[in-house]
């Protein structure tokens, strides 16, 4: 049996990474309006602080103004966000905005105060996105799903569940040709919206589609059998069926599928 590795002998986090973890803890120190050190520091090391100062609750501390932080932390060569543990409004999206260059970003709806307007100045600048997630944000129209089609045609995730998406904007993000995966649940959208994604340019390379508590019969689903030959994971709940046809064999007609949750109304 092995014995229990002496305290000497244990890893010892680096000189660097404690720094980084002493200065998250105290950003109250190095940020506010007369004194801001941390903006001049290399975006290596931002970046590294902002993994960290936004993957806990710590920047909810009374002592630090979370948008001061942010601003002062993130920069252009930021490349992912994750603030799905912090209360959102347009000017927090105005902060991430200036980071050009950003791929990932992970944001929450609930509770958040966003416009539509202040989600379009965002996604305007994000040329090179590639993950977006947003949901239970109703702020999330049609109008915005244009701009992501417009402006963001490496996007390749995109969880907007809980939005108000209609069929209208699905025909537009329809015309992009890197979605993978899409989170479509408890939107507008009907089998015209379906119809119109499955049938675009990444109908046939999308691998996970969530569609639950949606408008789809089994004619949409039909669709997505016929034209994601690569698809792995489906879910889709509370589809109504409304003829007596039995659902898509999936297991003969998505010969890679993986996953499959599913429940009907009848």
């Not at 404690?18 to 290399?42: G, Q």
């Not at 958040?112 to 379009?120: C, E, N, P, Q, R």
């Not at 949901?135 to 490496?154: G, K, M, Q, T, Y």
């Not at 479509?184 to 999308?206: F, N, Q, R, W």
């Amino acid at each position: 049996m092995n014995k229990p590795a002496h305290p000497w002998q244990r890893p010892i986090s680096s000189l660097y990474s404690l720094t980084l973890e002493y200065v998250v803890n105290n950003l109250n120190v190095y940020v506010n309006e007369n004194d801001d050190r941390i903006s001049a520091l290399p975006h290596q090391i931002k970046n590294r602080l902002l993994k960290k100062f936004t993957a806990t609750s710590r920047f909810m501390h009374k002592k630090v103004n979370f948008k001061t932080a942010l601003k002062s932390i993130v920069n252009k060569q930021t490349s992912s966000i994750n603030l799905l543990l912090a209360d959102i409004d347009d000017d927090v999206l105005h902060i991430i905005g200036t980071c050009e260059n950003v791929k990932d970003l992970y944001l929450s709806g609930i509770d958040a105060s966003i416009s539509t307007k202040g989600l379009i100045r965002l996604l305007e600048n994000c040329h090179n996105l590639v993950t977006f997630i947003l949901s239970e944000c109703p702020a999330i129209n049609d109008a915005v799903l244009e701009c992501i089609a417009d402006n963001c045609p490496n996007i390749n995730g995109l969880d907007i569940n809980g939005s108000s998406v209609t069929d209208a904007g699905i025909k537009k993000l329809s015309n992009l040709k890197r979605l993978r995966c899409i989170n479509l649940s408890a939107t507008k959208i009907t089998d015209e919206g379906i119809v119109h994604l499955v049938k675009g340019p990444s109908g046939s390379v999308l691998k996970e589609l969530i569609i639950e508590n949606a408008e789809i019969s089994e004619f949409g689903l039909r669709q997505i059998a016929e034209h994601c030959p690569n698809l792995e994971v489906l879910s889709f709940y509370n589809i109504d069926k409304r003829d007596d046809a039995t659902c898509p064999t999936f297991s003969s007609e998505l010969k890679n599928l993986k996953q499959l949750s599913w429940t009907v109304v009848w």
